[in-house]
Structures are given as C-alpha cells and as structure tokens.
C-alpha cells in the first residue's frame, strides 16, 4: 500500500486477506483473496496492519479445534498492531496515522496478555522470587523472562533440544532469562541442584504437557503452582 495520506478517502484500498470457508488443515483451506474497496462508515475506522503474528490458536481455529468456534468463512489471525488509514464522521479520538491494536471481542495482544495473567493471577510472587517455565522459546515464554526480569523476579526457562541452543539460551540471556536447559540437561537425578544461589520457584508455567511438564514440577518447590496453558506436544 502507499502512504497514508493516498487512502485518508471514505474508501478502504484494495487489500488481501487469508481467508478460511471450512475447518481443516490450514494449508488446503486457508487461500488468499483480494477483497475490494469498501466504503468506510460513519463509525467505522480503516486500518493497515503494520504486524500481525500467527499463534497456535490461529492455527486451531483454521482446524475448527480451538474450544471457541467462529462463524464462517473467517479472516485468519487475531493478534496484531495497525496503523489508522482512514475513519467515519462520527469517530472521535483518533488521528490518520496512530498505531492502534484489535480491542474485545477480539483477542487482544493475546500473548503478552497471557504471559501478564500468568505473572499476576495464580500466586504472589515477588521481588527476588523464581518462576520457572518450559516452552521459553514461545512468544509468551519471552514476554515472561521481559515481565519477570522488569520485576526483579528470577526465571529458569526450558527449551527443545536444537542444534544451535547455546544461541538460543543467548538470546533468552539478554532478554532477562538467569537460567536456561535444554530438556535434556535436565535428566538428572536431582534437577535442584541446578537452582545454584536461585530460591526453589513458587509457580511454574507449562505450555508443552508430557516429559517437559514433569520438568517444570521437578523445580517446584512445596506446595508450588503449576499453570498448565498450552499443550504444544
Ligand atoms: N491459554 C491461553 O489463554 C493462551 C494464550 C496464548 C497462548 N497460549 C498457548 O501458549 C503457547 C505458546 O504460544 P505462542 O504463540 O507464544 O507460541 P509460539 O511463539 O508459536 O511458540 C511455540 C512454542 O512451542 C514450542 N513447541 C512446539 N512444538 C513443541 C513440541 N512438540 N515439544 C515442545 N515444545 C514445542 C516451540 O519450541 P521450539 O522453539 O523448540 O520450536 C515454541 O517454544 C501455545 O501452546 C498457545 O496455545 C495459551
């Protein structure tokens, strides 16, 4: 698309969309379209997605599996950051230009969000404590090192084996992660051993399920909470 000012019409500009008539794997359902110009209502507001990620829960509402069915045919994807293009007479509080995200009933930010309700809703933990989580190479496993580092909170992050792994513990390194194993240097008989100076942590976070999950309850300490929130195996 062009700049902004090209499409500040009460005309939406020619845009493409993946789009979806029947549930089933994403690669045989899923087809892009070219949907026309629309005409912008006097309460509606044209946006360019400048980012739009795809979740396993776009995935699974392609397949028709997620618990929350959508009408078809759909548009895929529900997370994202736009850019106001145009807006109707009657909307107020907006300028071209300004970067907005989808709001309820939408998902909104679905996995920032989730990796803040993680943190906040299922037990207190506070400066100085430790969490612990598996699936740390997720988007939601990142934001959880971020939210838990700006927190003075300590994390022990499990990742997949992978060629390549030093780098990946580099990367959750510099984002904030104080520690993080592959699966497989944790079959060891006494996973604690590995916590060092770090306290037992008080709440884990699983979105992998089988061995992995077993992991994360390994470090837990007594009476620790485990939140279960994926099931990625
Ligand atoms: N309950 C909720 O409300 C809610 C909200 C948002 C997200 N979620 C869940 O949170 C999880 C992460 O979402 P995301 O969007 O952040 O994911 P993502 O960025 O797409 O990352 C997927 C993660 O799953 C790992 N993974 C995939 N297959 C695996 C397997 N067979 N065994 C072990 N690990 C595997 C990947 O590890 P590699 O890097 O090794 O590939 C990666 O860490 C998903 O399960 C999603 O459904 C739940």
Redesign the pocket.
């Known amino acids: 698309m062009g700049d902004i000012g090209a499409y500040a019409s009460n005309f939406s500009p020619p845009s493409l969309a993946v789009v979806f008539e029947q549930h089933g794997s994403p690669d045989e359902v899923a087809r892009v379209i070219e949907l026309p110009p629309i005409e912008i209502k006097e309460n509606e507001v044209c946006v360019k997605m400048l980012a739009s990620?795809?979740?396993?829960?776009d995935i699974?509402m392609v397949q028709g599996v997620y618990p929350i069915k959508v009408p078809l045919p759909e548009v895929g994807g529900h997370e994202g950051v736009g850019e106001v293009h145009a807006f109707g007479s009657a909307v107020k509080g907006l300028s071209l230009g300004d970067w907005v995200i989808p709001s309820p009933p939408s998902f909104v930010t679905?996995?920032p969000l989730?990796a803040l309700l993680l943190l906040d809703d299922f037990a207190k933990v506070n400066p100085g404590d430790t969490i612990v989580q598996?699936?740390?190479?997720?988007?939601?496993?990142?934001c959880v090192i971020q939210l838990a580092k700006l927190r003075g909170v300590h994390s022990i992050n499990i990742?997949?084996d992978?060629a390549g792994s030093d780098d990946?513990k580099e990367r959750l390194k510099r984002l904030g992660a104080d520690e993080v194993h592959t699966e497989s240097q944790l079959q060891v008989k006494n996973v604690k051993g590995l916590l060092g100076a770090l306290p037992e942590p008080a709440l884990g976070f699983n979105?992998?399920t089988?061995n992995?999950a077993t992991l994360v309850l390994k470090f837990l300490r007594q009476e620790g909470t485990m939140v279960t929130?994926?099931?990625?195996?």
């Open positions: 990620p795809i979740n396993p829960s699974n679905v996995n989730t598996n699936g740390s190479t997720s988007i939601v496993g990142q990742i997949r992978r990946v979105c992998v089988g992995s929130y994926g099931e990625q195996s």
